[in-house]
């Protein structure tokens, strides 16, 4: 990622979270019905990036991305 992620959601995703590479939170976001979300990475320094993604019943799974510069 450069400028944006986006992100397609298939489960019945409610909140997101992102983390960087040290486990900081650097952002979060409650979901609601969207099938997609897309998040601006223009202030991320460039590195490895997890996403959190917590459901409707409370099951959490993630994802990883990487921001150039």
Do not use: M
Request: hydrophobic fraction near 40%; charge should be positive; proline fraction near 0%.
């Amino acid at each position: 990622a450069i400028t944006y992620v986006n992100i397609d959601l298939t489960k019945d995703v409610r909140h997101l979270t992102v983390y960087n590479a040290l486990g900081k939170v650097v952002a979060e976001q409650n979901i609601t019905r969207e099938t997609s979300v897309k998040l601006s990475t223009v202030n991320y320094a460039a590195g490895a990036y997890s996403v959190k993604f917590t459901t409707a019943n409370g099951d959490t799974f993630s994802r990883k991305f990487v921001v150039t510069k």
